[in-house]
């Protein structure tokens, strides 16, 4: 993809030194996902991959919430009169968001505002770091429709983040988080006013942007897998991850900038 031209048709895309932003736009309906939009994020992430210009990821939502979720009469209506065929079409469609999300080599950072519930609050776990406002909330609410909580790998990824046990409670309940409680719990990595979030947000990216980027894609791929290995297991992986590391030139140039007393700049090769 070239993400120079790129014009996606169910979200706002904006991308600048380096820094991608994808904006859930539908602040009329508090941004909620379609059919279509669920596609095309899972493509765009996909995309990414092959996008090595594209350094780092923000996503963000329109008019003062990040997201409802998925649209109760574009979607919820609609599952309830599919068969069990579709239904798993379906589900393994929103889990290939997730998946897509993690297997993107790029840092994703979420800028969360309002509200974020759902698939929307899904897509927040998904990425790397989370800013939110003090106004956030959240909630993973899906047995207040009657589903289980384990929906797009929630029940894998979110207690990783939070701890099994207020996994549980945010699961079973489907109760809202409110920002403090969510940056008290590590779920957020910090909040910030309104005003200042997407600046925040973009200025983080852009801070990675500018780092060793082939690493920070070593450094995501080795948080995804390690969790399910043994210590003995992730500590041979990290060895052969940060032996490839030390063969980058980026490596050589930290040590060149080091010696001459000056900021490296990277290239992610």
């Not at 508090?30 to 350094?55: C, G, H, I, M, Q």
């Not at 698939?119 to 770091?129: C, H, L, N, Q, V």
């Not at 990216?205 to 995501?220: D, E, N, Q, V, Y």
Request: charged share 20%; glycine share 10%.
């Amino acid at each position: 993809m070239n993400p120079e031209s790129f014009l996606p048709e169910h979200f706002g895309w904006h991308f600048d030194g380096g820094v991608a932003t994808i904006t859930l736009n539908r602040p009329d309906r508090k941004n909620p996902l379609t059919f279509e939009s669920y596609a095309e994020l899972r493509d765009t992430f996909r995309a990414l991959v092959y996008a090595p210009t594209v350094k780092a990821i923000v996503v963000t939502g329109a008019g003062g919430n990040f997201s409802s979720g998925g649209d109760v009469h574009e979607i919820i209506g609609p599952l309830t009169e599919m068969a069990m065929p579709e239904l798993l079409d379906f589900t393994r469609m929103t889990g290939d968001l997730v998946k897509a999300m993690r297997a993107c080599p790029q840092p994703i950072i979420a800028a969360i505002d309002g509200i974020c519930v759902g698939a929307g609050a899904i897509m927040a776990m998904a990425s790397d770091m989370r800013l939110a406002t003090p106004r956030a909330k959240t909630a993973f609410l899906f047995t207040r429709v009657g589903l289980a909580g384990c929906d797009m790998g929630a029940c894998a990824i979110l207690p990783r983040i939070i701890g099994q046990g207020r996994a549980s409670d945010l699961l079973y309940t489907g109760r809202m988080l409110g920002a403090e409680e969510g940056e008290r719990w590590g779920f957020h990595n910090r909040l910030v006013e309104p005003d200042a979030l997407l600046d925040e947000a973009t200025a983080l990216a852009r801070s990675l942007a500018a780092g060793p980027t082939f690493a920070h894609g070593i450094t995501k791929t080795q948080l995804g897998i390690e969790w399910a290995v043994s210590v003995e297991t992730a500590i041979e992986m990290e060895a052969q991850a940060q032996a490839i590391c030390m063969a980058t030139n980026d490596f050589r140039r930290a040590f060149e900038a080091f010696a001459d007393k000056r900021t490296p700049e990277f290239a992610g090769d």
